[in-house]
């Protein structure tokens, strides 16, 4: 049976699984946005994008998008000990700026694209995305 979501929805709930899979450490969000910002994502043969359709690629998102899904997911997910700016969306693309300032995937350096890759694997085994593609396909 397939699952369906609206893009944005669905992007939100990956956003989630990612965090919940891989945590929420800056590295593992840096990861993320590294994933979304610098590929294209093939959603999953079980999921149907209601806006969209089913067996689909993704194009990359904006950094300020993302931003925004981590700060939220922040604030969902937030306890007493999450510092403030965490929360908010300006933070995270500072810091993606700061330490990851990648635009295209096929230069994301060794070390970045290891995590990438280990991140998109992750969300595979959760039946969110099928492949991660820059130029090509990299799993298919």
């Given at each position: 049976?397939?699952?369906?979501?609206?893009k944005?929805?669905f992007?939100?709930?990956?956003?989630?699984v990612?965090?919940?899979?891989?945590g929420?450490?800056?590295?593992?969000?840096?990861?993320?946005m590294i994933?979304l910002?610098?590929?294209?994502?093939?959603?999953?043969?079980?999921i149907?994008?209601?806006?969209?359709?089913?067996?689909?690629?993704?194009?990359a998102l904006?950094?300020?998008?993302?931003?925004?899904m981590?700060?939220?997911?922040n604030?969902?997910?937030?306890?007493?000990k999450?510092?403030?700016?965490r929360?908010?969306?300006?933070?995270?693309?500072?810091?993606?700026?700061?330490?990851?300032?990648?635009?295209?995937?096929s230069?994301?350096?060794?070390?970045?694209?290891?995590r990438?890759?280990?991140?998109?694997?992750?969300?595979?085994?959760?039946?969110?995305?099928?492949?991660?593609?820059?130029?090509?396909?990299?799993?298919?």
């Open positions: 049976m397939k699952r369906c979501f609206s944005e929805e992007y939100r709930s990956l956003v989630i990612a965090i919940e899979k891989a929420r450490q800056d590295d593992q969000l840096l990861t993320l994933l910002h610098t590929f294209r994502l093939k959603v999953h043969r079980e149907e994008l209601t806006d969209i359709g089913s067996s689909c690629t993704l194009d904006s950094r300020s998008d993302i931003a925004e981590i700060a939220a997911a604030i969902t997910k937030r306890n007493r999450t510092p403030d700016d929360l908010n969306a300006r933070h995270w693309c500072d810091l993606y700026q700061l330490r990851t300032p990648f635009e295209v995937g230069l994301v350096p060794s070390e970045w694209q290891e990438v890759l280990e991140l998109a694997i992750v969300l595979m085994d959760a039946g969110m995305i099928e492949d991660v593609c820059d130029e090509d396909c990299i799993f298919a």
